[in-house]
Structures are given as C-alpha cells and as structure tokens.
C-alpha cells in the first residue's frame, strides 16, 4: 500500500564472514506493518536459517518501532516513528539496531533512515502579537515583528512571510548581522486613535513543502491616544418628569457624554453648572461619575417645569468641558380616589313601580388633574337597575326593569366610581334598595283538588285535615283566610257535614259519617287573602269516608220461623258429601270487611258435616252410620274479617231419616257436643293407660302363678255350673279366638256416655254406636247384644265419676271378658274364677 513511499537502500559491508552493515530508509509516520527490507536476503540467508541460527534483533531504543517477521524475513514498522519526536532538529534522523546469528556467530549493524515529510506547519512561538502605537507617529516608523519556526528539515522549513491588506501598514524582511531574515511592520499611514483606535492585522508564515503548510499569528496595534477631544452629550437637551411625590433620592435620569480621548484623557465627571438659577440647585443631586440626576428635596406642586444645566469636563492636562441643559416636569400623582356623594336616596321602592323610576341622584369628585381626575361611575348588583349620566359628574340611578318582591325582597346595589389612572383608584358604595310589596298575587293551593279520609262513625268536631294556600305577598296582602262554599252534594247542604275554621283551614266534621249511607261527596274552600282589593282561589275537597267492621253479617237462609230451630230432613241412605243445605248471608260494610266465611261452630257430631267456608254449603263429610243418632243439631257461624271480625250463628236442626215425619221432633233439648281432648288430658290419659297395663301384667302374672297351682278355682263373687266349667275346658283347648269392645266416654264430668263395640276375627267387625247412661247390668248384657252368645256367668264394673275414661273389655272364649279402663277395676269374669 505505502511500498512506493519507502525507499530501501541496501549496502553490504562485508568484514570477514563475522560482521555486516545493512542501511534502509522509510518515511516518518508510516503505518504499522509495512514492510521496510527483506534482512534475510540482505543477509544472503532464507527466512528459515533465521529461527535456526537463532536470530536475535537487539534495539537501542526504548520503543519498538521496527521488527523482523520470522516467517519472511522482512523488516516491519511496529510503530509509525515521528521524526520531529525522535531527532528534534537534528537534519538526519538514524536509528540503530544489532543483528546476532549463531552458528557461525555472525554480528550485523542495521541503520534505519526516518526520512522527514511535511507534516508540521509553521508556528510563531510567542503567539499573537500586541503592539503600542501613538497617534502623533509620522509614516515610515518601523516595528519589528517575530519569526516562525517549522520543525521540518530542508524545503518543508524554508518560510516565506506576508501580511493582511492595510491601509495603513505593509510587511518588508529585515536583514541581521548573520545574514538570517526577519519580518518588520512599516506605518503607510498616521494614525487617529479617535477614528480606529485598534488595527487587527495577520501575518502568514508559509513552508516550501508539497503541499505547502502555513501558521498564522494575529497582530493588534493599539492606538495610543493624547487629549485632543472634550466630551460631547448624547442629547442637546434632556428632559425628565418626576411625580410630585417622588421621595428624596429619585433617579430622574442619567445623562451621558463621551470622550473619544483614552485614558484620563477621556475619562469624565458631571456636574451642576453655574447657569443654574441657586434656587434650584438644591433641587437636585448629579453624581460625578455615572452622570445620575437625583431628587434631593421636594420639587413643588405638579404642572411645574424646573430648567436647569449639566456640565460634563474630562480629567486631560488641559480639561476640555460642555454643557448641557435639563428640563424637569412635575406631574400629577393619582394619590386621590373618587368620593361618590348621595344627594338624593329612596331606600325602598314598590314592586309595581315602571321602568326609568328614580332611586338616588349621586355626584362624583376627584381632587387628582388631567386623566387622574377624571372619573367613571359603573353600578353592578345583579338587578333592573342602571346609571344615567345628567351633567358634569352628576348620575342618577334608575330602574331598568319590572320588579318582584317575591322573587327578590332586596337588592344591593353597588356603585363603584374609578378614574383614569394608572393603575386607575376607585371607591365603591353599597346601597341597599328594598322592593315594597304590592298585593299582585293570588293564594294558591299546591293542588286543583285535594282528598281527605275519614273513618266512619266519627264523632262531631272531629278533625278531618285542612287546606293550605300559600300567598307570597307580605303582611295583609299575604294573609290568608278560608272560607266553605256552602253548595248543594248528595241532597244535603255541605254547611250541615263539615266546617272549616278561617285563620288555620282546618276542616271538622258537624256530624258522624255512616259508610252505609254516605260513602264520600265533594265541597269547595275559597282562600281570601287581606289585600285591598282582595284577591281569593278555590280548591276542590273530596271527602271519602272509610268503612269500619260496625255491621255483623245478616243471615238470609235458613230463617228460624217463630224461634224455632230450622230443620233440614238427610235420608240415612246419603252418601258423603251430600249438599244438606246452604247458609246464605250478606255484610253491609265492604272490603275486606264484608268478605265472610262459614265455619262449624258446634256439632253432635263434628265428624258427620262439614261446610264449605267460601260458598256455606253444608254437607254430609262421610257415610251415614246405622249407630248415628236421629237427630243432629249443627250451629253454623258466619263470620267476616274485620279488625276485629264480627260473626253471626244459625242452629240447624238435621233429622236423619228416609222419610219426612208427621211430627217433626223437638230440637230445643240441651245437649252437648263432642270435643277434642286437650293436651294435658291427652298426657294425662297415656300415663294412666301406662299405670292400667303395668297394673295388668303384674295381675296376670300372679293369676299364672295361681293356676299352675290349683287346677281348680272359684270365685267369691260368682261361681259356675260344671256343664260351664266344660265348655270353659273344651273352649281353652281350641284356639284362641278373641273379640274386643271399646268403651270410650265423651267429655269430662258428663254423664252421657258413648260406646264402641267392634268384635274380633270371628264377626263381620261391625261398629255399634251407643248414646245415653247405661248401668252396670246394662254393659253386663253387653256381650251378649253384640251377638258374642258367650256363657257368662257374672261381668262386675266399677266406674268412678269425673274422669274421662276408656274401657277395653276382651272377651275370650276360653274364659270370658276381661274390663279396663283407667281409675277402674280390673275384673276377670268366666266360668270359673282362676285362683
């Protein structure tokens, strides 16, 4: 790549077979792995007979710069190497290396030539260069300028110098003793430190390489100056205006002259002239140095122009000085807000009144001059009112718009009067105006009609509501008062039902309402209010009146004629639910008052009928029994369902038979029908029935004792045959067959008795339902009467009064019938009494 920048120079000196000189060259900077020479050619050796002869390349340097590839064989740049770094300004640049092979020892010197290039420009050492000229200099004055110095050798050092265009200078080379040039600075031109007082000029040094390099350096000449200018002011005249209450120590204005001289030549300080009047000296305050125009007492009242002189003098040999005059204007402070005065004031004003009404007539004042003075009057408040202008600062404030008491009462009204300074003064008044009220609104209710409850059967003078009617007027003209429009409603004069009371619209009732007459009507109330003229409105009343549970239901069927029991006649032969007849009734009242229902209150027998609750159908509720009674009584109860319900009752009388009577029996007998048992009697009845069976098992026991004992018994109470004692022997020889007979009792402390008797596997199970007092003889024959034909010698029952009592009697073949019942006796009865 750089091949054709080196320059290889390859000499071999030859001192015996021992020692050797090679000589390359290569550019400064060349890049790292270029090859420079081939030492093993050079050396007349293969790149292998290096590694064998154990070549050794020996550097006196402390940077390696180059090496030997010991593949090829070749010298290589390990390190561009700067020529100016490495020989400063020596004019050859040589470095030297050693080369030692073994076998034969052999020692070779290699000298490596940095050739110089052109990469360092110019460079003047002392910089740039400042040079002090006066301005009186004549042309032809010479000023000797520095050298420049480039680090390269032969043609990249020579130098050539030139200078930047100037009218006023040029360049030429001066010649020293040696013979070496110099450059020097010739004034063309004199110079005017007031006109320029610095040049900037260039000198250029430039080198003889390929492609030349250059360096510059700056000169300055500064222009000395001599006093030869007095100071002059920006202005001819400056003006300044102060508030009149500007403070002591106010800054009116700086004024500012300029002296083209330097130095103290042109350094100035400003004062008050001796033009100015003495009076005014104490005035004002110039400071020496920056020229600051001060208050320093109080400048008088405002519109006032103070004139006064400035003198500015420079601090030269001989100080030049001018004059300058200042004219001060005292201005007006807005220091004063407006005063707003009421001349006249109507603090209250009628609703009605008409656009344009007057309310106050203000005026305004401001002590300030000019734009200070001048004030403005704005009223804000949020309601019909505005300010009209009349005269000078004269405004009056007028309505601007309907108004309304009940909308807004009052209003505030606030004037604000502000003038035109900067920033502007105000002063606000607050005026509060009160709309007086007129009677310009009707009483009205929320509603066109109103409804009012009552319960019937009220008392007179009972409350039943009121009626309200808002007006919004004040005072009279909002006070309401009631009145009841006496009209005509269900052919009756309302005056008659109701009152109202006129201060509060309370309404009470004259009389007491019956539902079942009078089920509501309507009236009217007129609320008056007290204005002048008055102004009044109507509100229709609806009056319902609501109906109590006063009235019982009415049976209307069947109807006891004369006061006697209505008799309804069932054939025997009536299946269950057979319709026996209908209770029909009616309630006056209604709702839920009026809903009724059928319900059995008593019955001879609650399990025989049932009727329907809805519908008061009365009907057979099973089969009826050959056991059942003739005659049945049912008291059927219609109740409703008020709070609390009222009920009415009817007592049928229900003859069960195939065929009517000519004689149809008495019902009016007393008589009590069945019930249910209670809870504790029913707990009572189990715990007895417990005791009776525990009772029995002990004696049954004892009984079995006894017969294993004896095989032959007899009682003390009854005794049998012996053709009975061998039927009882053939009878407890067969199988046991066994019938059983209930006897319960009905209610307690009674004296009525009703008994079952259901027989066992060997009869057809029929029921038999006897009614009336019965007898100890009577149940005696009462196995015989449910067609057992069982040989009973004696049956003994013993029963206490007042309990409530069940009586099971078994009755066996093989011994007879065996009675319990709790608060009883236990008794066996047979043939033959077992001991």
Excluded at 149 to 174: C, K, P, T, W
Excluded at 640 to 657: A, E, M, N, R
Excluded at 702 to 726: A, D
Aim: glycine share 8%.
């Amino acid at each position: 790549m750089v091949g054709w920048r080196v320059a290889v120079l390859c000499l071999w000196v030859s001192c015996g077979s021992a020692a050797g000189q090679l000589e390359y060259s290569v550019l400064e900077e060349t890049v790292r792995g270029v090859a420079v020479g081939n030492v093993s050619a050079d050396l007349g050796l293969s790149a292998a007979a290096l590694s064998l002869r154990n070549f050794r390349f020996l550097s006196r340097h402390r940077e390696p710069y180059f090496g030997v590839d010991p593949a090829s064989g070749s010298l290589v740049v390990l390190e561009p190497a700067d020529r100016e770094r490495l020989c400063e300004t020596k004019a050859v640049c040589v470095l030297t290396y050693e080369l030692v092979l073994e076998d034969p020892l052999e020692l070779h010197t290699m000298r490596v030539h940095i050739v110089d290039t052109n990469d360092n420009s110019p460079l003047f050492p002392a910089g740039d260069v400042q040079l002090h000229i006066p301005e009186f200099l004549m042309p032809g004055a010479r000023f000797t300028l520095p050298n420049a110095q480039d680090a390269d050798e032969g043609s990249n050092g020579v130098l050539n110098y030139s200078l930047s265009l100037s009218q006023h200078f040029r360049l030429i080379m001066g010649s020293r003793v040696d013979g070496s040039e110099y450059p020097e600075l010739v004034l063309e031109k004199a110079l005017d430190r007031e006109q320029r007082a610095t040049h900037q000029l260039v000198l250029t040094a430039r080198d003889g390489g390929q492609p030349a390099r250059s360096g510059d350096a700056h000169v300055t000449v500064l222009v000395v100056d001599t006093n030869d200018n007095a100071p002059v002011f920006e202005h001819t005249v400056y003006r300044a205006k102060v508030p009149e209450t500007a403070p002591n120590g106010t800054v009116l204005l700086r004024v500012q002259a300029s002296d083209p001289d330097e130095g103290s030549n042109g350094e100035i300080r400003y004062f008050l002239s001796n033009s100015t009047r003495a009076a005014l000296r104490h005035h004002f305050h110039v400071h020496p140095r920056n020229g600051e125009v001060r208050v320093a007492a109080s400048l008088g009242p405002p519109e006032t122009l103070l004139e006064a002189y400035i003198e500015a003098r420079d601090e030269g040999t001989f100080g030049l000085a001018s004059t300058v005059k200042l004219l001060v204007e005292v201005t007006d402070v807005n220091d004063h807000a407006p005063e707003v005065n009421f001349l006249t004031l109507s603090s209250s004003i009628s609703e009605d009144a008409p656009p344009g009404t007057v309310i106050a007539l203000l005026s305004l004042r401001d002590e300030d001059l000019g734009p200070n003075g001048k004030a403005i009057c704005s009223v804000s408040s949020g309601g019909p009112f505005k300010l009209k202008a009349s005269f000078d600062n004269y405004y009056s404030l007028l309505t601007d718009g309907p108004l309304d008491r009940e909308q807004v009462s009052e209003y505030q009204v606030l004037i604000t009067a502000s003038d035109g300074g900067s920033p502007p003064l105000s002063t606000r008044r607050k005026l509060t105006v009160f709309v007086a009220d007129v009677n310009d609104n009707s009483p009205s209710f929320a509603q066109p009609q109103q409804e009012l409850f009552v319960a019937e059967n009220n008392g007179p003078g009972a409350s039943l509501g009121r009626v309200f009617a808002q007006d919004p007027d004040l005072g009279k003209n909002g006070l309401v008062f009631y009145e009841l429009l006496d009209i005509i409603s269900e052919r009756q004069k309302v005056s008659s039902l109701v009152a109202v009371e006129s201060p509060s619209g309370a309404i009470t009732a004259k009389i007491s309402f019956d539902f079942e007459q009078l089920r509501g009507f309507h009236f009217q109330v007129e609320a008056r209010d007290g204005g002048i003229p008055p102004r009044s409105a109507t509100v229709i009343v609806n009056l319902f009146v609501i109906d109590r549970n006063d009235n019982a239901p009415v049976i209307l069927f069947p109807v006891p004629r004369n006061g006697s029991v209505p008799v309804e006649i069932v054939p025997r032969s009536a299946r269950s639910g057979h319709l026996v007849t209908k209770v029909v009734a009616e309630d006056a009242d209604s709702g839920s008052n009026a809903w009724l229902s059928y319900h059995i209150s008593q019955a001879s027998d609650s399990r025989l009928f049932r009727i329907s609750a809805s519908m008061g159908e009365l009907r057979t509720a099973r089969l009826i029994l050959p056991t059942d009674a003739v005659k049945q009584r049912v008291v059927v109860e219609v109740r409703d369902h008020g709070d609390p319900p009222l009920s009415s009752s009817v007592t049928l009388g229900i003859l069960l038979s195939n065929s009517a009577p000519q004689v149809l029996p008495n019902f009016e007998d007393t008589w009590e029908t069945g019930g249910h048992l209670s809870t504790q009697n029913l707990y009572l009845v189990i715990a007895l029935a417990c005791i009776s069976f525990l009772f029995l098992g002990c004696l049954l026991f004892f009984v079995c004792i006894k017969v294993n004992q004896s095989p032959v018994c007899c009682s003390q109470r009854c005794c049998g045959s012996p053709e009975e004692l061998r039927y009882g022997r053939k009878m407890a020889s067969n199988p046991l067959t066994s019938a059983t007979i209930d006897v319960t009792t009905v209610e307690r402390l009674s004296q009525t008795y009703l008994y079952r008797a259901s027989l066992g596997p060997g009869s057809d199970n029929n029921s038999l339902l006897l009614r009336g007092e019965y007898s100890a003889a009577d149940l005696r024959n009462l196995a015989t009467g449910v067609g057992l034909n069982l040989p009973i010698a004696c049956i003994h029952i013993r029963n206490r009064k007042g309990d409530q009592l069940n009586v099971n009697a078994m009755v066996s073949k093989f011994g007879g019938i065996l009675f319990h019942w709790p608060g009883g006796d236990c008794l066996l009865c047979s043939e033959m009494l077992l001991r």
